[in-house]
């Protein structure tokens, strides 16, 4: 009880005052980009904890009982990551919509979804293991937004109630399917482990995938945020949106907090540890490959609970720097991957191998600094291109980044 009441306080803070609707859509599309432009932020405190931290992998969901609280606290901050990123993905297909036909959108969104898994099969695995030609593929976040964007270029034909309807049960009930395991020789094999089940393909000469993504519960949320696309219809009144977004935030994280106790569906149970720290963690470690419905219900709240924060306080300092982050999503990303690999490989060659094989360093707290250290550095030309992609809107390959 005292959890609902203080989550409907939160959804009244961010619906009190009234709200003017802006004569454009630039403070809507500000308040999107901001929030892409966190999870940006979110996103390097864990990519900068994978660079120094190779010594002390986390498993997923994150062993309560024996990970070290500084750390699994530091890799909680990105659960929010991907579910947030892929749901402004599917939203930002339907603005997209507004000024294109259904068939542009599907053609971009198609064409888009391919030029993602291209990028995560080269630059983006090169930049993780520093090996051509590679050996081994990790089908991680990129694929899973691009196989999204392709799945989602089919469906965006179908009527706004069935995706609904669809994104609804794919979130709810893929979890239903846990219990199938299939093994490798088995027809479809292939075809599972890229949907549900987190495993190896081999696919000959020496090479192998390995499904880290699998893409099934994020097409369920891709299509929502499509389905939430109308909410932000250009020349709409922000304050029912805002209401919307609180009331959804809301109801999200009262959804979890409600199951999880339960602990009845959605994800490994959580148990009674020997502290309440350790008690605590049991409750929020959840599974992230595939993204089980208990993962999904916070971190998508959670985004909704921002977006209307961030579209409330839209004249805020913070905004515009965090929406030029938002604004060249995969131009960061590359360059935040480069920049990390550049120093991993630099420290390694100064001080050798630390810890076993790899480079590492001791304290979580080093992870924050280094987090401080790279914003400027990597905001700064992420600045100047998110300028260019507006200046140049003849380059046509820049959309695509």
């Known amino acids: 009880m005292a959890t609902s009441t203080k989550i409907d306080r939160t959804a009244a803070r961010l619906t009190a005052k009234p709200i003017k609707a802006p004569a454009a859509t630039n403070t809507r599309l500000i308040a999107i980009d901001a929030l892409?432009?966190?999870?940006?932020?979110?996103?390097?405190?864990?990519?900068?904890?994978?660079?120094?931290?190779?010594?002390?992998?986390?498993?997923?969901?994150?062993?309560?009982?024996?990970?070290?609280?500084?750390?699994?606290?530091?890799?909680?901050?990105?659960?929010?990551?991907?579910p947030v990123f892929v749901a402004l993905t599917g939203l930002s297909a339907w603005l997209y919509g507004q000024s294109h036909t259904k068939t542009e959108v599907s053609s971009f969104l198609f064409k888009r979804g391919l030029f993602l898994i291209f990028l995560e099969l080269t630059?983006?695995?090169?930049?993780?293991?520093?090996?051509?030609?590679?050996?081994?593929?990790?089908?991680?976040?990129?694929?899973?937004?691009?196989?999204?964007?392709?799945?989602?270029?089919?469906?965006?034909?179908?009527?706004?109630?069935?995706?609904?309807?669809i994104g609804l049960i794919i979130v709810f009930g893929h979890n239903l399917l846990d219990g199938i395991v299939m093994t490798e020789g088995e027809p479809l094999f292939p075809l599972w482990a890229i949907l549900h089940q987190r495993s190896i393909i081999h696919l000959g000469g020496g090479m192998i995938a390995k499904t880290t993504y699998p893409i099934l519960p994020w097409i369920g949320v891709i299509v929502l945020g499509y389905v939430a696309g109308p909410w932000f219809a250009r020349g709409s009144d922000p304050a029912p949106r805002i209401r919307r977004l609180a009331t959804l935030g809301a109801g999200l994280a009262l959804a979890f907090v409600l199951l999880r106790f339960a602990n009845i569906y959605?994800?490994?149970?959580?148990?009674?540890?020997?502290?309440?720290?350790?008690t605590v963690m049991s409750f929020v470690a959840l599974t992230k490959y595939p993204p089980s419905l208990l993962f999904l219900l916070p971190t998508i709240g959670f985004g909704a609970l921002m977006l209307a924060l961030f579209e409330k306080f839209e004249n805020s300092r913070a905004m515009p720097v965090l929406a030029v982050l938002g604004g060249a999503p995969m131009f960061y990303y590359l360059l935040h991957l480069y920049v990390l690999k550049a120093l991993y490989l630099i420290a390694l060659a100064i001080y050798g191998p630390t810890k076993g094989t790899v480079y590492g360093v001791d304290n979580v707290s080093t992870i924050w600094i280094w987090v401080a250290i790279l914003i400027v550095p990597l905001y700064l030309p992420t600045r100047w291109f998110a300028g260019l992609k507006q200046r140049r809107k003849d380059i046509w390959w820049l959309k695509y980044l």
């Open 36 to 82: 892409r432009g966190l999870v940006m932020v979110f996103m390097l405190v864990d990519h900068v904890r994978e660079t120094w931290f190779l010594h002390m992998q986390v498993s997923d969901p994150v062993d309560a009982n024996t990970s070290d609280p500084a750390l699994f606290f530091t890799r909680f901050v990105s659960i929010f990551c991907a």
């Open 266 to 278: 959605g994800d490994k149970p959580w148990f009674h540890a020997e502290t309440p720290l350790r």
């Open 123 to 165: 630059f983006v695995g090169f930049a993780w293991t520093a090996k051509f030609p590679p050996t081994t593929f990790w089908l991680q976040v990129i694929w899973a937004i691009g196989i999204c964007m392709v799945a989602l270029s089919a469906l965006i034909h179908l009527p706004r109630p069935a995706l609904f309807a």
